[in-house]
């Protein structure tokens, strides 16, 4: 009897429930709505996740000097010296210039003269000394019996003008000293006339060309004569006399 009581008690006390608007049933524990939980993030495929971007890959520095060396040696002739040098990508002058100013004159001439850079007429015209500066060079060969078309060969240490005829960097200078060395080679000069400065920097590797004209040396295995570059003689005409004394010491070595 007891347990029908209890089942008809329970009965009504969820029919009053009912009635009363109850339509869920809770715990006994009370539940805070308003507690933060940290809900489990979502995975996110792996062909929808953001790719990682690669660090950049800094291409290799070629040494411009090993290249230089090794274009230069590759040349059996004149003819592939001026190829290889038209083809050495390494030196920015090359990007700047109109020309290639590789030599002029007389292959295998007994005097080789090897300038400094073109200025604006050799990168115009692709010759070395021409302009007010070769005009002066022709006078004083011609001095002592000597000419671009009969007996000279002519080059320069770069064969690309520089921005502004602005002074050579070292660095052009050391990439173009295998070329150079390797056209005297093929040249074959028996004696050679440095003009300027960066002339003697590049066989000598020596500056200072007041203190170095009128001395033989010694460069690319050859006797060589400093002198002042006909540009300089063009500023400073005084100083003709003694490029005049160093002509007559070339003539005299001549024979």
Not at 4 to 14: I, T
Not at 94 to 100: E, F, I
Request: glycine content about 6%; charged content about 25%; some cysteine.
């Amino acid at each position: 009897m007891e347990s029908a009581a209890s089942y008809y008690a329970q009965r009504a006390a969820l029919d009053w429930q009912i009635e009363m608007g109850v339509d869920e049933a809770l715990s006994e524990t009370p539940i805070d709505r308003f507690e933060l939980v940290d809900m489990p993030k979502a995975k996110v495929p792996a062909a929808a996740a953001k790719p990682v971007p690669a660090e950049p890959v800094e291409a290799p520095r070629v040494d411009a000097v090993a290249a230089a060396k090794a274009a230069a040696a590759g040349a059996g002739s004149l003819e592939a010296l001026e190829a290889a040098l038209a083809g050495f990508e390494h030196c920015e002058l090359k990007r700047g210039a109109r020309n290639l100013v590789f030599a002029d004159g007389v292959p295998k001439a007994r005097v080789m003269i090897i300038g400094e850079a073109p200025g604006r007429d050799e990168d115009r015209e692709g010759k070395p000394f021409v302009g007010r500066s070769g005009q002066l060079l022709d006078k004083m060969l011609a001095a002592i019996g000597l000419s671009r078309e009969e007996s000279v060969y002519i080059t320069n240490v770069l064969p690309w003008r520089p921005p502004q005829n602005r002074e050579p960097k070292p660095e052009e200078i050391a990439m173009m000293r295998p070329f150079v060395a390797r056209h005297v080679e093929l040249a074959e000069p028996e004696l050679i006339i440095l003009m300027g400065n960066m002339s003697c920097e590049a066989a000598l590797s020596k500056r200072g060309i007041t203190r170095l004209r009128g001395n033989w040396a010694e460069a690319y295995g050859r006797p060589a004569m400093p002198m002042f570059h006909p540009a300089y003689l063009l500023r400073q005409p005084q100083m003709k006399r003694e490029a005049w004394a160093d002509l007559l010491d070339i003539k005299a070595r001549l024979g």
